[in-house]
């Protein structure tokens, strides 16, 4: 089983809609969660981390649920500038310190 | 900007050449990463140092030797490689081992074996 699944995409959408972006992991020792944008040929950039109380970020939503093992993103209201690979990131601490990436989902949002 | 500064952006060399890969962050994280990223592909971890000292070795072959001065500083020594092993190689940084820290990617550098 893959360490950190994520929807296999891609997703074209029109501008001003709503997307959701769904990851699953499989190690319940996992402490931290991210959500990385990348751009064609660009280094991952942190987009957001994700909490479990859920946490938003202007159009962005994050959620966590622990006892699913489930993370989420939401992006509503979709700009052509969103259009990129959203990586799902699941981060093991103590001395490992390790990031997992899913393979990414690509989103394209057309005029 | 990116504060991870990776050195060269892009690099062509012969399967036959000796070249290194370099990484500088000056945040005074304690914690640098080396991955490897494939066309279409998440990256891959190939090394974690800790404190200036190799924590993981993701089963990476010998021709690339990692390598940390200081505390600053990270590089990436490449010897006799093959053309699989073009890729775009991204450095990162981390403050600490506590759960939220962001990790800091730099821009990467793109690898060309031919």
Not at chain 2, 83 to 93: G, H, I, T
Request: charged share 20%.
């Amino acid at each position: 089983r893959k360490e950190v699944e994520q929807d296999p995409g891609p997703f074209n959408v029109p501008e001003g809609a709503t997307v959701a972006f769904n990851c699953t992991y499989s190690n319940s020792a996992s402490q931290s969660f991210f959500w990385y944008r990348q751009d064609c040929r660009k280094e991952p950039k942190l987009l957001m981390s994700v909490y479990s109380s859920g946490n938003e970020d202007g159009r962005f939503t994050a959620q966590l649920n622990r006892a699913s093992q489930y993370i989420s993103l939401l992006i509503r209201d979709s700009k052509l500038s969103d259009s990129a690979t959203y990586l799902c990131v699941v981060r093991y601490g103590g001395s490992q310190g390790n990031l997992i990436f899913g393979k990414g989902t690509k989103l394209s949002v057309k005029p | 900007d990116t504060e991870v500064t990776q050195t060269p952006k892009h690099l062509v060399m012969g399967m036959t050449n000796k070249k290194s890969l370099k990484c500088e962050q000056h945040m005074g994280h304690r914690a640098m990463y080396w991955y490897k990223q494939k066309a279409k592909k998440p990256p891959e971890l190939m090394f974690v140092y800790s404190y200036e000292k190799l924590s993981i070795n993701e089963s990476v072959p010998s021709r690339f030797s990692p390598e940390c001065p200081n505390s600053s500083l990270l590089n990436l020594h490449l010897h006799a490689l093959q053309p699989e092993d073009s890729a775009l190689y991204l450095c990162a940084s981390v403050d600490s081992w506590s759960s939220g820290n962001t990790i800091y990617f730099g821009e990467g550098s793109w690898l060309t074996v031919v």
